[in-house]
């Protein structure tokens, strides 16, 4: 009876981690959406998407990539769905692998590439720079990892991918909640703010990464 207990717990605590992370995702796919409609249906060329209608194709890549990314990556962290379908699992890992590259890519090809838009100083151009090359590198090792067959380093790389990727999601509350306590953001304060969210991603899965491994 215990063990069922313990079994319905885990259970039930793998379904709100899955709700959550996928709820973080819905601002920028939502946003991604958009920007792809615009792109498809000849929107209006302003100096804010001009970039974007000028060389559509890394835009249009990054989201795509992205948004299987962000739903797909969710049930893999699930203890539940990776014991009961393995094969499944495999197969999901072999597809987000090369979109958690396309991501970190298209992201860096944009970030060197595109004209800067308004309000884009060079700390978050570093910033940008710094978070999407560790994204490659935690994506390459993820795949490198478990090709050895060393499963928990994989985990871990992977979340530490993951959690990179789904920055966008958690820098809509930082950017929020920094406006409202410190006001209209600058270049430097952006910066930070769009920062924070990826920082907080990253912490929260060093915490989780952790916890395994003191379970274990």
């Known amino acids: 009876m215990i063990l069922i207990t313990q079994e319905s ?36 060329i302003t100096p804010a998407n001009a970039r974007f209608f000028a060389s559509p194709a890394p835009v249009v890549l990054h989201i795509v990539s992205a948004s299987v990314f962000a739903i797909l990556g969710p049930f893999q962290f699930a203890p539940r769905f990776r014991r009961r379908r393995p094969a499944r699992h495999r197969v999901m890992g072999r597809l987000l692998v090369p979109c958690g590259l396309l991501v970190g890519l298209s992201g860096l090809w944009m970030t060197v590439f595109y004209p800067r838009p308004e309000g884009t100083g060079e700390l978050l151009y570093v910033l940008r720079l710094l978070f ?35 920055g966008a999601g958690t820098q809509v509350f930082t950017q929020l909640a920094g406006t409202l306590i410190f006001g209209q953001p600058n270049e430097l304060s952006g910066a930070l703010f769009m920062g924070a969210g990826w920082v907080i991603n990253l912490t929260v899965a060093e915490w989780a990464i952790r916890k395994r491994r003191t379970r274990g």
């Not at 379904?15 to 796919?29: F, H, M, R, T």
């Not at 999407?132 to 991918?161: K, P, Q, Y």
């Open 9 to 44: 717990a885990k259970s039930g605590s793998a379904k709100w981690l899955v709700a959550a992370l996928l709820l973080l995702s819905i601002v920028p796919l939502a946003a991604g959406a958009v920007r792809l409609v615009q792109l498809a249906g000849g929107a209006e």
């Open 132 to 166: 999407g090359t560790a994204m490659l590198v935690s994506m390459f090792l993820g795949f490198t990892t478990i090709r050895r067959g060393d499963v928990i380093r994989h985990r871990a790389w992977m979340m530490r991918g993951y959690a990179i990727g789904m």
